[in-house]
């Protein structure tokens, strides 16, 4: 059973570059041809999906952010990441990583605020 | 990008009742769409793929229809666990998008 596990602040500064990693367990990051993504929630509100990264690091990002996002993959570790750049208020929101559409982290919340 | 549209925002029924959610999208994803059930301070977590197969452990009770822009999840009678908000996903055109969700709540 694939587990992915979210890490980061849970506090950014507005302007900063929130920083995120998802731990992936159960599973190698690089078998099959999965890619894993980046969902983020708002309170209240509906699901926003960011972007995907393949093992071998080929990236897709939704237009609407992707000036300001970077993901990255680490095979070794068994591990990707979220980078997304001056972060505003409306950033604040739950963040997922997920191996879509079955397996998902329990979600970190991330609050933009100085 | 696809745009989904969830009807309706919420839907006030009594257990034992029948619910039944609709999800539009705005040009054809053919039957490359899914549904999750969220329930407070969880993940989504997968209930329907394919618009119409149930994920493993999933309760016989529900049931996707649907293909090209039109989709309906169907609970035939509901139970308190029942009770969540439910979102669909469109995974036929990057980017992947979801709906606003339905949140089913008890009457």
Same mark, same amino acid.
């Given at each position: 059973q694939v587990? @992915?596990?979210?890490?980061?602040? %849970? @506090?950014?500064?507005?302007?900063? !570059?929130?920083? @995120? +990693?998802? +731990?992936? /367990?159960?599973?190698?990051?690089?078998?099959?041809?999965?890619? &894993?993504? &980046?969902? $983020?929630?708002? #309170?209240?509100?509906?699901?926003? &999906?960011? %972007? $995907?990264?393949?093992?071998? %690091?080929?990236?897709?990002?939704?237009?609407?952010?992707?000036? $300001?996002? !970077?993901? /990255?993959?680490?095979? /070794?570790?068994?591990? =990707?990441?979220?980078?997304?750049? /001056?972060? *505003?208020? #409306?950033? *604040? #929101?739950?963040?997922?990583? #997920?191996?879509?559409?079955? =397996? &998902?982290?329990?979600? +970190? +919340?991330? !609050?933009?605020?100085? | 990008e696809i745009v989904l549209t969830q009807s309706p925002a919420t839907l006030s029924l009594s257990p034992g009742e029948r619910a039944t959610l609709s999800c539009r999208a705005s040009q054809s994803v053919s039957r490359n769409l899914v549904w999750y059930q969220q329930k407070p301070g969880q993940p989504p977590r997968l209930f329907i793929y394919d618009a119409s197969y149930r994920a493993t452990g999933v309760p016989a009770r529900f049931s996707g229809s649907g293909s090209g822009t039109d989709f309906t999840l169907t609970i035939s009678s509901l139970e308190p666990e029942d009770f969540a908000v439910y979102h669909c996903q469109q995974r036929s055109n990057w980017p992947l998008t979801f709906g606003g969700g339905t949140k089913v709540e008890i009457k």
């Open positions: 587990q @992915l596990q979210e890490s980061g602040p %849970g @506090l950014v500064k507005p302007s900063q !570059t929130l920083s @995120l +990693t998802c +731990t992936v /367990s159960g599973g190698s990051i690089s078998s099959g041809s999965f890619y &894993w993504s &980046w969902i $983020r929630q708002p #309170a209240g509100k509906g699901l926003e &999906w960011i %972007g $995907r990264i393949y093992a071998s %690091g080929s990236t897709n990002y939704n237009p609407p952010l992707e000036s $300001r996002v !970077t993901m /990255s993959v680490d095979t /070794s570790k068994n591990q =990707f990441s979220l980078k997304l750049s /001056s972060v *505003t208020a #409306a950033d *604040t #929101a739950v963040y997922y990583c #997920a191996r879509e559409p079955d =397996f &998902w982290g329990k979600g +970190t +919340t991330v !609050t933009v605020s100085s | -």
